[in-house]
């Protein structure tokens, strides 16, 4: 895949650091900034100690359905993003409580090709500065399901699938 030639800024990098570290930060929305030359911190990092992990994951959700980006042509449409999430989960095999960083590559269908094109060649690159442990990538809201997401996060998290 070609590089986009965009860069990933020292407040992402710093942010990621605080989300390792402190474990007090639940996720980071990233974007890419209207030059379409860099990766930014849009929203974050979302601190609540309080929080639990599906409380931020369906604040994750409002934000990210109403994501839009506007390109250098000055045209709208939905917004691809990137999130760092920290998972917080006990494990089937041991029950142990488990933590795990994921990288969520968000690309919805209704993104412009451009921003669809732009958003995946910088996906390599993201992902190389922040190293997480696991990236996953979805296009849509129905691929957001919280359950779903932990399942590739670990296949071994005790999940409770809904019925129906």
Not at 9 to 25: C, F
Not at 87 to 112: H, M, V, W
Not at 127 to 140: D, E, F, H, R, Y
């Amino acid at each position: 895949m070609t590089s986009s030639g965009i860069k990933v800024s020292d407040d992402s990098l710093t942010q990621y650091e605080e989300l390792k570290a402190k474990g007090l930060v639940k996720y980071i929305i990233y974007k890419i900034d209207s030059t379409e030359s860099e990766v930014l911190p849009e929203e974050g990092p979302k601190k609540d100690p309080t929080m639990s992990n599906k409380e931020a994951w369906k604040d994750l959700l409002s934000h990210l359905g109403r994501a839009t980006s506007i390109g250098r042509d000055g045209k709208s449409c939905a917004g691809p993003r990137y999130v760092a999430f920290d998972f917080e989960y006990q494990a089937e095999d041991n029950g142990g409580r488990r933590q795990k960083i994921a990288l969520i590559s968000y690309c919805p269908d209704g993104a412009s090709v451009r921003w669809k094109t732009l958003h995946s060649s910088s996906l390599q690159i993201i992902s190389a500065a922040l190293k997480p442990p696991i990236v996953i990538q979805v296009n849509g809201m129905e691929d957001l399901e919280y359950e779903r997401v932990l399942l590739k996060v670990d296949n071994k998290a005790k999940v409770e699938m809904k019925e129906g």
